[in-house]
């Protein structure tokens, strides 16, 4: 009987936990869904964690792609390049990175905090939807690509989040270039 009772309760609990919340691949692209993909980022890397590229990409069949390339010790010059795929993460190579002489490699690296931060993509991405909905009479466009693009140079003020939309049945793919701050800077079709 008590074996019974052990075992019922393992299910119990597989069941909460596997109906909550769930994965990365099957997060929505708003600001909570994509608030639980950094969370899961940060229990994979870590909350200190460094970054020069993030990019969540929809793909209808098996969900969020999730695309980083990562360094716990930024001064190593030495970065990873993994991918999140039904939530499951992936090393894809070893990154060496190059820096100007007497600069930090960190100042071209960026971190997942208040100046940088996933929720903020996905309410970007709401954003964008309600826009291209408006302005290009598109119902439900769907989530193709967004990013977090930091330049090459290590000048924050360049830094932007990219949502890049598609219609539901595909087609043309409509980019909205955000700043930090969440202030629309260009779009292109």
Do not use: R
Request: charged share 25%; hydrophobic share 35%.
């Amino acid at each position: 009987m008590k074996k019974i009772c052990v075992i019922a309760l393992l299910l119990l609990s597989t069941l909460i936990l596997t109906s909550c919340g769930g994965g990365s691949a099957k997060q929505e692209a708003t600001a909570k869904g994509f608030l639980e993909i950094e969370n899961q980022i940060k229990d994979e890397f870590g909350n200190d964690a460094y970054y020069t590229d993030l990019s969540i990409t929809y793909n209808e069949s098996i969900g969020n792609i999730v695309s980083i390339t990562v360094t716990k010790n930024p001064e190593s010059l030495q970065m990873e390049q993994w991918n999140q795929t039904q939530d499951n993460w992936n090393q894809t190579s070893d990154v060496t990175i190059e820096i100007p002489e007497g600069t930090k490699a960190a100042d071209f690296m960026f971190q997942l905090n208040d100046a940088v931060n996933l929720k903020k993509l996905g309410e970007l991405v709401e954003k964008s939807k309600i826009q291209l909905t408006k302005e290009k009479n598109i119902e439900n466009p769907k989530l193709h690509i967004a990013s977090v693009k930091f330049p090459d140079n290590g000048d924050v003020s360049k830094a932007e989040y990219v949502v890049m939309l598609q219609p539901e049945n595909g087609g043309t793919t409509f980019s909205f270039y955000y700043s930090l701050a969440g202030e629309l800077n260009d779009i292109k079709y």
